[in-house]
């Protein structure tokens, strides 16, 4: 985990629950109520919530099962081991597995007094002023916002992935820092996978999509998509290209039109800054392209040559990476052009949801 706003954030929930704890509850030690801010600190706004929600009802179930526990069966080791394997199984059944953790440690705490209803509450009450500490800190202090987290780091993304992939043919690139830098990309690219599924999250649970809203999720999914499909590329380069046999030619031949995907890329990703006008030409003319550089590459390879299998994986590759990017222009084209009427909308947005 790098530092950021969600580590700065965790420090100050805890400080905020120490001292909540300690003016209010004056407990022996205030540290259950650290733990709780520290498992309750979520990376959005509606897991804060989710994780708020879930987390007060087994808190509550487990402390009530560690209390009744304490009283019947006492503190013994074997008494506990069989409380926490009940309180996991209710967890587990009211599908909040997220929640076990923190659940847990007040279980534990709770039976170390044997049935004291007073540490119970105490227990559970520092719990509940960690989750909340860390709840309020979430949406007060650098609130999360997935979404423009994940506009801002695209093109930071695609500007290193295209570097990789206009120095993997031509191999100018060293190996050792080809291999660091493809790492580094995929590691982004789960970035923005994770940062996605949050904001697509959100925008599902809390409140009622808009038709643009809802366009606006499948343009970004494209845009995820087509960073995919490049890394793809860069994958089936290193493990197929430089083993198979080339001639100038063919490395030419594969150079050539990968600068061309990576210009399309880049233009397609400006269209959506508004930097760019519509291009039909353009976006025609790199259909062809790319359905003529798959054709070329079935017809002018040998499969029966020893390694053109192998070049054959790559231009699939480039070929469907290029496919993706055309979608992705002709969604950069549909939401600068696409009519407010309600007939046009659920046209677009039928053509959008096309597999």
């Known amino acids: 985990?790098?530092?950021?706003?969600?580590?700065?954030?965790?420090?100050?929930?805890?400080?905020?629950?120490?001292?909540?704890?300690?003016?209010?509850?004056?407990?022996?030690?205030?540290?259950?109520?650290?733990?709780?801010?520290?498992?309750?600190?979520?990376?959005?706004?509606?897991?804060?919530?989710?994780?708020?929600?879930?987390?007060?009802?087994?808190?509550?179930?487990?402390?009530?099962?560690?209390?009744?526990?304490?009283?019947?069966?006492?503190?013994?080791?074997?008494?506990?081991g069989l409380i926490i394997v009940l309180v996991i199984m209710i967890c587990l059944k009211l599908n909040m597995g997220e929640t076990v953790g923190l659940t847990l440690v007040t279980v534990v705490s709770i039976m170390e007094a044997s049935g004291d209803w007073h540490f119970a509450l105490n227990r559970f009450l520092l719990t509940l002023v960690g989750i909340v500490s860390a709840f309020l800190i979430n949406i007060t202090v650098f609130p999360p916002k997935p979404k423009v987290q994940f506009v801002k780091q695209i093109h930071s993304v695609f500007s290193g992935m295209s570097l990789l992939l206009r120095t993997s043919i031509s191999d100018e690139i060293k190996e050792v820092v080809f291999r660091e830098e493809k790492s580094n990309l995929g590691g982004s690219i789960k970035s923005l996978s994770d940062k996605y599924n949050l904001f697509e999250e959100e925008q599902k649970k809390m409140k009622r999509s808009k038709f643009s809203e809802t366009r606006q999720m499948v343009v970004y999914k494209q845009m995820l998509l087509s960073l995919q499909k490049g890394y793809e590329v860069l994958d089936s380069v290193e493990r197929h290209y430089f083993q198979a046999p080339r001639t100038t030619a063919m490395d030419q031949f594969f150079d050539s039109h990968l600068e061309l995907v990576i210009k399309f890329h880049e233009h397609a990703l400006l269209k959506f800054e508004d930097?760019?006008?519509?291009?039909?030409?353009?976006?025609?003319?790199?259909?062809?392209?790319?359905?003529?550089?798959?054709?070329?590459?079935?017809?002018?390879?040998?499969?029966?040559?020893?390694?053109?299998?192998?070049?054959?994986?790559?231009?699939?590759?480039?070929?469907?990476?290029?496919?993706?990017?055309?979608?992705?222009?002709?969604?950069?084209?549909h939401v600068h052009s696409a009519s407010e009427d309600k007939e046009s909308q659920d046209k677009i947005l039928n053509w959008l949801k096309w597999p």
Not at 2 to 28: D, E, M
Not at 289 to 305: H, V
């Open 275 to 333: 930097k760019l006008k519509p291009n039909g030409e353009e976006a025609a003319q790199f259909v062809l392209d790319n359905d003529r550089f798959m054709e070329q590459a079935i017809t002018r390879f040998d499969i029966d040559k020893e390694g053109m299998l192998r070049l054959s994986i790559v231009a699939a590759a480039i070929y469907d990476y290029g496919y993706q990017l055309e979608r992705l222009n002709r969604l950069a084209e």
């Open 1 to 80: 985990m790098s530092f950021g706003a969600r580590v700065l954030k965790t420090g100050i929930a805890v400080t905020l629950a120490l001292y909540l704890s300690s003016l209010f509850l004056n407990p022996q030690s205030p540290v259950p109520a650290a733990i709780a801010a520290i498992f309750a600190m979520q990376p959005s706004i509606y897991r804060s919530w989710k994780y708020f929600l879930d987390q007060l009802q087994t808190t509550t179930l487990g402390a009530i099962v560690a209390l009744v526990g304490g009283m019947v069966l006492s503190n013994e080791p074997i008494a506990v």
